[in-house]
């Protein structure tokens, strides 16, 4: 039973997380709160591992998931519920939008598609952000802004936008470099 709500959590999330792996964030985030798989601080390490780590973040987070949860199994159960609504769809697109490649109604669905999946992004970016440089759930905003967390991302900014000579930086360079900083800071 387990293998199947594994499954299912999954694919609804690779059904309707429309516009990539950070999409995917919000579903996670719910599905944490739902079947107590993991917590939304756990949320925010797979987040951060994910974006170090070769792959998609849906696909990494859904695999840490099925193996922490289900073992090996768990983890290409969880990975192929996430994966298969993709394919499916593809699939059938394939198929069938060469016959309506030029069809108002298609045309428009797609351009109302781009705005959903710039939402859902900026709504997993805010999540993050709150995990990052918030601290607690009670209190003032104010009082519960992690100083270091902003120091690092002020820091971060300020030599990879406005620093001629670091802007041209491999950006799994920053990556790594921020994750020394936290380590170091935290």
Request: charged share 10%.
């Amino acid at each position: 039973m387990l293998y199947l709500r594994l499954f299912w959590e999954f694919f609804k999330t690779g059904l309707f997380a429309v516009g990539g792996g950070l999409a995917t964030l919000p579903f996670l985030s719910a599905m944490a709160d739902q079947t107590g798989w993991f917590t939304q601080r756990e949320l925010a390490d797979m987040i951060a591992v994910s974006e170090s780590t070769p792959g998609p973040i849906g696909v990494n987070s859904a695999t840490y998931v099925g193996f922490t949860v289900g073992g090996l199994p768990g983890a290409v159960i969880a990975t192929l519920g996430l994966i298969t609504p993709s394919v499916i769809i593809i699939l059938t697109i394939a198929i069938l939008l060469r016959s309506f490649q030029n069809n108002r109604f298609v045309v428009t669905v797609f351009r109302f598609l781009r705005p959903a999946s710039v939402a859902l992004i900026a709504s997993a970016g805010i999540s993050v952000a709150k995990i990052a440089f918030l601290s607690g759930d009670s209190g003032s905003l104010l009082a519960r802004l992690e100083p270091r967390a902003l120091a690092i991302a002020a820091a971060v900014y300020v030599l990879s936008a406005c620093i001629p000579k670091t802007k041209k930086l491999h950006p799994i360079l920053w990556i790594a470099l921020s994750a020394i900083a936290g380590i170091l800071i935290f």
